[in-house]
């Protein structure tokens, strides 16, 4: 199979495809609905119509690969070195994108992978079960993409930290009734991962309301926790490029902006809970989306004066994933079993428009990765969601240069 980047430039599929899907222009009634996969502290329906641009860069997309290879779900996705990672409720399986040829499986027994981070040379998977993973790889990675392998090399907190932690009893802290547990320990399923290898460091966040931050060289350890950054469970975190400033997004309708584990801003918007946050392409700002089927777009007046600049309403679920690409694209992922591609530069007003709604899978879209396109005439890249339904779609997006810029 070709390249991802050779089927984004080939100009061979067009609009008489049979792969083909006609951008949804229409206004739709949107519900939204809870996923019980993401922790959601409301159940309130509201009602809200799609907003129709006057005028929309024209766009074309086509799913170019499916790939099945497990009937478990789909629970997280990431790229990394020209890999696809997707990990399911039994493992992690490995493809090489070059032909989207499964190269290693890992992690067998390990339990379900919420997210997975790329630092230094190593891999970290966050679970289920409280517990963050860490793995390298023992082959080259100048050798051939059929001997890569992965091996677990410590498991966070280390066997080294809880020990210097757990001979004082300050060092404890009470998760449940009549239950504690060390201040490094996550008590529930860690729901995110973000990194910064600048700074070398990875933030955690979890169900159990905290937020942790832990070395990424050799030692690993703990450095800093927030026990109870929100009042209800964390569903996603985002870090900026320069890892001062970390975006946590939770079941309690709430993101907040962490400087150096202080809180210096609360952005409540949203009616139900924050499932998922992307920072835009160039990084000034923030994108996140709610199991009130809504995204919003903000935008920084200054350090801790965030403001909405765009909202984007037409999922008809709780959006659970989401991604930027260049030049104002995002994409997101919904329990409604769509994913759509928006703009939301400010040529458009800062009220945004859906430029095509991407159709295939009958269970939730759980998570989406891009690849820009290289060498193209036209912009575009590629998108690659998985399921619920155990299947990931590769799709190549094209949007006409005339309306790209």
């Known amino acids: 199979m070709e390249d991802l980047h050779s089927w984004l430039a080939n100009d061979d599929y067009n609009s008489s495809s049979s792969l083909s899907s006609s951008t949804r222009s229409a206004p739709t009634l949107c519900e939204d609905s809870s996923f019980n996969s993401i922790r959601s502290s409301s159940s309130t329906h509201t009602y809200y119509y799609s907003y129709q641009a006057a005028a929309k860069p024209s766009i074309s997309h086509f799913c170019i690969a ?110 449940r009734r009549h239950k504690q547990k060390l201040w490094i320990q996550h008590a529930d399923a860690v729901s995110g991962l973000a990194v910064n290898d600048g700074l070398g460091v990875l933030y955690s966040v979890s169900w159990d309301k905290s937020f942790k931050t832990w070395k990424t060289h050799s030692n690993m350890q703990c450095i800093d926790s927030v026990a109870a950054a929100h009042s209800d469970a964390i569903n996603a975190v985002a870090v900026s490029p320069t890892g001062r400033t970390v975006y946590t997004g939770s079941a309690d309708g709430r993101i907040k902006v962490w400087r150096s584990s202080v809180a210096t801003a609360t952005l409540s918007k949203h009616e139900s809970s924050v499932n998922a946050l992307a920072l835009t392409a160039d990084g000034s700002g923030l994108v996140s989306g709610g199991g009130d089927g809504v995204i919003l777009v903000w935008e920084r007046r200054d350090d801790d004066d965030f403001f909405v600049a765009c909202c984007l309403k037409g999922h008809k679920g709780a959006v659970l994933c989401l991604v930027c690409v260049n030049r104002d694209f995002l994409i997101s992922g919904s329990s409604d079993t769509s994913v759509r591609i928006w703009k939301h530069g400010k040529g458009f007003g800062y009220r945004g428009c859906c430029l095509a709604v991407m159709e295939g899978h009958c269970k939730p879209v759980k998570s989406l990765v891009a690849v820009e396109a290289e060498d193209l005439d036209e912009e575009g890249f590629s998108v690659i969601s998985g399921s619920l339904d155990g299947e990931i779609r590769v799709s190549k997006v094209v949007i006409s240069d005339h309306y790209a810029h």
């Open 66 to 175: 499916s790939i099945k290879a497990t009937a478990a779900q789909i629970s997280c996705l990431a790229v990394h070195d020209n890999f696809l990672y997707a990990a399911t409720i039994k493992e992690i399986n490995v493809f090489d994108l070059a032909n989207l040829s499964l190269v290693d499986t890992f992690g067998s027994g390990s339990g379900w992978a919420k997210s997975i981070a790329f630092s230094n040379g190593k891999i970290f998977t966050a679970h289920q079960d409280c517990k963050i993973r860490v793995w390298k790889l023992t082959s080259p990675s100048s050798s051939s993409p059929k001997q890569r392998k992965h091996q677990l090399i410590s498991t966070l907190p280390t066997l080294k930290d809880r020990f210097l932690n757990c001979l004082s009893a300050k060092n404890y802290v009470k998760v």
